[in-house]
Every structure is written in C-alpha cells, then in structure tokens.
C-alpha cells in the first residue's frame, strides 16, 4: 500500500459524497447526534458504520482489541460517560467477531507481554464459564462461544456502571450484544437480558 493513495482515495470519496449531497459536508460540520454507541474490536475487516449501513454523525464509535470494558480502563469509560452523559445515545452495542484475535491468545497458553493484562480479562470470562465451554470438544465451536460470552461479560460490565444505570432510569437508555459473523456478513443479536442482568446486578452495583 502507498500512502499516497490515501489522499488519492480521499479526493474521490469527497467528490462521491457532493455528487448525492451538495451540503453534505455542511451539515456534518454543525455537529453529531448519534444515538448509538457502539463498542467493538479493532479488528480491521470490522467495520463499525458499514457493517450496520450507517454513515458520519449515526454512530459514536470505540474500538480495542476484543472489544473490552475494563473499568479501569479510562479510554472506554471516557467514551462511555461522554456517549452516554453529553451525546444522551439512546442504545449501547457492544459487538464482538468471530474470528478474533485477541480472544484466540486469551485461549492459549503463552505469554504475550504487554498484551498479558489485558487479556487476563478476557481469561476471566472463561474462568466463569469454564463448566460451559470445557464441554464443547469442538475447538472451533469453543473459540466462537468464548466470543459470545464475552461479548455478554462486556455488556455486564457496562450495566455495572453509574452512567448507564443512570440513564436507564432517566431515557430508558439499552445495551446490546452482538456478534458478527465474517464468513457471512450477518450481524447476529445475543438478545442480553438488559433488565434481568440490571436485576441481578443491583444488590452489589447499585450506583446513586
């Protein structure tokens, strides 16, 4: 790849863009109201608005390896408070990958250096599900369900937080958790219980 090509691209997209929408660039400057946002890896064959066929201003987007919410992780609660605080979203994806990388190295045993704390959280999941996922022999099988339960801890982990608690009561604000599939294309919804998980939660997370 030549960088150059970059801006090369950038032109013809420009132009693409004013062809459809005179004002397109315009209106885009007066600022965003998205409604969603949307937590997902950094993957590079994930695509957060193409994905879902949304465009600039839909989506407030924030992506890490594995698609994680750490809570002591500043960058995801920053964008958390300010999606959920200032921009009022309406709806929190978190969407994992099959096929992702970082939930893969979580699976083996080695150590990856750096990358080691942060996938400690993603080995915790199992730890919690290890009874599940020890009875799937398929290995395959195995690496695609640690994907969905992660996604399912992450959203936990969202719920567990004072801005999302707080704007469940005030807007009636909802989180999600999706999978998409890249050998298909397909986004695929885990259907998380938000109100049975906010429940469960509230005698320990409870957050005024």
């Known amino acids: 790849m030549q960088i150059k090509n970059v801006f090369k691209n950038n032109e013809k997209?420009?132009?693409e863009k004013l062809a459809v929408d005179s004002n397109f660039f315009d209106e885009l400057g007066k600022g965003q109201k998205p409604e969603l946002l949307y937590i997902g890896c950094s993957d590079s064959r994930v695509t957060a608005e193409d994905l879902m066929g949304m465009g600039p201003g839909e989506v407030f987007v924030h992506r890490n390896i594995a698609n994680m919410v750490i809570s002591i992780d500043l960058n995801v609660m920053s964008v958390v408070n300010y999606a959920v605080d200032h921009l009022k979203v309406n709806h929190v994806v978190v969407c994992g990958h099959y096929g992702c990388g970082g939930v893969k190295a979580a699976m083996q045993s080695a150590d990856l250096g750096i990358l080691n704390p942060w996938l400690r959280n993603i080995r915790d999941v199992y730890r919690i599900h290890?009874?599940?996922?020890?009875?799937?022999?398929?290995?395959?099988?195995?690496y695609e369900r640690l994907v969905e339960l992660n996604v399912q801890e992450q959203c936990v982990n969202l719920i567990k937080t004072a801005a999302v608690q707080k704007a469940y009561r005030d807007h009636g604000l909802k989180v999600y958790g999706w999978v998409f599939?890249?050998?298909?294309?397909k986004l695929i919804d885990l259907k998380i219980d938000f109100e049975g998980i906010l429940e469960n939660i509230?005698?320990?997370y409870h957050l005024d």
């Open 13 to 15: 997209w420009i132009k």
């Open 202 to 204: 509230m005698e320990i």
């Open 181 to 185: 599939d890249i050998h298909t294309g």
């Open 130 to 142: 290890k009874d599940e996922l020890n009875k799937i022999k398929d290995e395959d099988k195995k």
